[in-house]
DNA sequence: GAGGGAGGCGCG
DNA sequence: AAAGCGCGCCTCCCTC
């Protein structure tokens, strides 16, 4: 059964009744205005557990939370649209309604973009406005019905979805699930007590500066401060600036061209510890300090926006509080509730799996049949473990020099399936062409920039560059994308495994689950985690002998889990 | 004073 | 301009 939806500004909305496929026909069996939207997708989904058709998960379905609805399924036409439009090689449109229209009716893509939340924050919305809230974002023409194009634009995505195959239609249900999965984990927010993290700050930095503004440094942050600009003879020296530390260095006769970390390391000079730990905790203080607290931890949850294939990847985005980079410190303060804890679930060396599983190559695949790949992998190094991580890795990013060369040859001649699958993918970007995953992501195709320079006007080394930058990209591609779905399906699959526990999931980063339930819960939800990643990997993969191990840990705080 | 590129670093 | 992919977000610093 599939429901579509329309939602109005104001709490009500329309629904339309798809007939059956079977039965034939794209008009609507039933139409249904409605009042409160929330209340008629509650009963509904109760009685029958539709299908829900709508525009986008993230605009519609936070409400529907607020107002106690789960659903199990959806279609997300916006995130479909995007799936598809890229196979067309169209990237960067909106997520709209509109934008999808256009491109079925080959128009101009509207240039109607979501408005953020900080743009309104800031009273976005222009002069021509009455209220803050935009009535009609969609970018469609005012003279089209929402409910009948949207019911237009899904039919034409089903029908492209059956053309393409089964891959790519698991790809857009498991999209769609991961939509209504970030949404649900923007709604329950990752637990963290805001009072710890602050006691972590305080004992990394000192005490919080009571007045903000720049210049304004904890005490231990000025105090290194004031000794790298004694160390270097300069009280004017602002460490937060390169190119003023990089004079600073210069003036002191010691060699460096940039100011990065590794880079400093390997200087000898009393003010370079100092300027380490300086940037070290700069880097705190600035990124998940005080102020990123305030900003995004209320009522002990971190509450990020999950921007759900954001990445070309297809690897989800985040938006506000580097919700994807939370270091280690941060994750001391992440503590599950009174009689709660977390299962964290992280899936071990899964690129190289993926790659195992998507080349098919059967020493690789059996390799991967051990809990630990790299050390299975160190004998064709002579036990070298490190060397193995080393040269498949660099087989993965592309990376030939130093010593990884030699390394690659060895794989090459062991693993000619595995090697020379991401090889062809290189290949393939660098004659310009596009790459896709396991269920059918494509990769952007060239740029008119890429093809200008490759055109060889600007030279032929920096042609020879930038061909084969697009040559790493694409062999990455290929796995990065893959491994993406593996996780996308995971989310999918625990999503809907998990009711009938306390569990909820309240954070998801490539390739790692956290998941929040009742401490009596936690056995079970373990085991529910791993068979969702066995699930996962045969709805992607199919057969295959490779294994996906999950490193599985229940813990009250989730910097333990590692 | 807004906007954006560069440098840098956190995460996978 | 760190060998080697994908991001977000901070400050600095230059441009308009």
Not at 174 to 187: I, N
Not at 495 to 500: M, S, V
């Amino acid at each position: 059964m599939r429901w579509v939806v329309h939602a109005d500004e104001d709490g009500g909305g329309r629904l339309a009744l798809l007939a059956e496929p079977s039965a034939g026909g794209a008009a609507p069996v039933e139409v249904r205005r409605v009042t409160d939207l929330a209340a008629a997708v509650r009963e509904l989904e109760a009685a029958h557990r539709p299908r829900w058709v709508w525009t986008d998960s993230a605009r519609l379905y936070p409400d529907l939370l607020r107002a106690g609805v789960r659903v199990a399924r959806c279609h997300d036409t916006v995130l479909v649209d995007e799936i598809l439009a890229a196979r067309d090689g169209k990237f960067g449109a909106p997520r709209t309604l509109g934008a999808a229209y256009a491109r079925l009716h080959d128009l101009p893509i509207p240039d109607v973009g979501r408005m953020t939340a900080a743009t309104e924050a800031v009273g976005g919305g222009g002069p021509m406005q009455g209220s803050l809230f935009e009535p009609d974002d969609s970018g469609l023409p005012p003279e089209l019905d929402q409910l009948d194009t949207l019911i237009e634009v899904y039919h034409a995505q089903a029908s492209q979805l059956d053309a393409a195959g089964p891959e790519l239609r698991l790809l857009a249900a498991a999209e769609s699930a991961g939509g209504l999965a970030a949404a649900e984990m923007t709604h329950a927010g990752l637990p963290l007590d805001p009072e710890l993290h602050s006691a972590h700050l305080v004992e990394a930095l000192g005490p919080m500066p009571a007045f903000g503004g720049p210049g304004a440094r904890p005490a231990k942050l000025q105090q290194l401060a004031d000794g790298v600009a004694e160390a270097f003879h300069n009280p004017a020296l602002n460490p937060d600036s390169p190119t003023q530390v990089l004079k600073a260095l210069s003036a002191s006769g010691l060699p460096a061209n940039t100011t990065r970390a590794w880079e400093l390391r390997e200087l000898d000079h009393p003010g370079v510890p100092l300027l380490l730990e300086y940037k070290e905790l700069a880097r705190l203080y600035t990124a998940n300090g005080w102020t990123w607290l305030r900003a995004w931890v209320r009522d002990g949850r971190f509450r990020p926006e999950y921007v759900v294939g954001g990445v070309v990847t297809g690897r989800w985005a985040s938006r506000g509080g580097g919700a994807l980079q939370l270091p280690a410190i941060v994750r001391r303060a992440v503590v599950a509730d009174e009689g709660w804890t977390f299962v964290v679930a992280d899936a071990g060396q899964l690129e190289p799996r993926v790659l195992a599983a998507i080349s098919a190559d059967r020493g690789l695949a059996e390799a991967a049949q051990a809990e630990d790949l790299y050390t299975e992998l160190g004998d064709v190094f002579g036990g070298d473990r490190a060397k193995a991580k080393l040269g498949l890795l660099g087989a993965m990013y592309g990376q030939t020099s130093g010593e990884v060369g030699p390394l690659l040859a060895t794989l090459r001649r062991r693993f000619p399936r595995a090697i020379g699958f991401v090889d062809d993918a290189a290949k393939a970007g660098i004659e310009g062409r596009v790459v896709h995953t396991r269920l059918g992501r494509a990769c952007p195709p060239p740029s008119a920039r890429w093809r200008r320079l490759v055109g060889g006007a600007e030279g032929e080394a920096r042609a020879d560059q930038v061909r084969h930058d697009r040559g790493r990209f694409t062999r990455n591609f290929v796995v990065q994308g893959s491994a993406a779905e593996w996780a996308l399906a995971l989310i999918a699959t625990l999503r809907q495994r998990l009711g009938g526990t306390s569990a909820e999931l309240v954070f998801y980063l490539h390739d790692e689950v956290v998941l929040h339930c009742e401490v009596a819960d936690a056995e079970r939800v373990s085991a529910v985690v791993a068979e969702s990643a066995l699930e996962a990997a045969r709805l992607v993969f199919g057969q295959t002998p490779v294994r996906f191990p999950l490193h599985l840990a229940t813990v009250k705080c989730y910097a333990d889990a590692k």
